[in-house]
Every structure is written in C-alpha cells, then in structure tokens.
C-alpha cells in the first residue's frame, strides 16, 4: 500500500477468489470504517459482474439496462469506483477492491495500480 501511502490516501485493500470469498484483506491506519465493507463489495462486485465496478456505474444509471442493480442485490453489487476483476491469462480468478479514498475515481486509480503490481 506504498502508492497510496505515497497519495496521502487511508484505504482498505480487499482480495476475493473467482466464488467471492474474501481471501486478503489489509486496511491502513486511519482508514475510514466504511471502507472495510466498501472495498470487500467492490471486489465481490467485479468477480460477481465480470467487470469492474466504476464500468458499472454507467451502466446503472435511470434508462440504462442494469438500472436498480444494487437494489435487487440487496446492496451486495455496488458500482463505486475501486473493484477490478482480477484475471490471469483472461481467465477470471478473483476480484480487487479498494475503498477509502475522498472520490471513488482514485480508489479505481489505485485498485488498477496494484493490479499491474499483483499479475
């Protein structure tokens, strides 16, 4: 977590397997508290979605087709920005989540950073 102690930036860094079972979790001092549920939903998210979760944002907004998504989850899908699927010879083995940052566009930022560290 040297990127985002290198942004000034207090997150939690969640890890989960192709089935969404969390198997990492790290969260740095002063993280706020949301983020440790945040961050393991955003990568149960993209392992669950296939895709990351700041694409999915778009794709759930009024009129778009996966609309209510969160909703008829029960808020076990979120589309903030910071869950990236993992993939390994594109074959999908896990999910990112990283939550904590002010603005979901630099969790995004730093899930993909440590991606390129991680594979």
Do not use: W
């Not at 706020?32 to 990351?52: D, F, G, P, R, T």
């Not at 999915?56 to 989850?73: F, I, K, R």
């Not at 979901?104 to 560290?117: F, I, R, S, V």
């Amino acid at each position: 977590m040297g990127e985002a102690f290198h942004r000034s930036l207090n997150v939690s860094l969640s890890i989960v397997d192709q089935e969404g079972n969390l198997v990492y979790f790290y969260r740095m001092p002063d993280a706020i508290l949301v983020s440790l549920s945040l961050s393991q939903k955003k990568a149960y998210s993209a392992v669950a979605m296939n895709e990351s979760t700041q694409n999915l944002s778009s794709e759930c907004q009024p009129g778009m087709p996966l609309y209510h998504l969160e909703a008829v989850t029960n808020g076990a899908i979120v589309t903030l920005g910071g869950g990236i699927p993992i993939r390994v010879n594109d074959y999908l083995v896990g999910g990112l989540g990283i939550s904590g940052a002010p603005d979901p566009k630099q969790d995004n930022e730093l899930a993909e950073y440590c991606l390129k560290k991680l594979v």
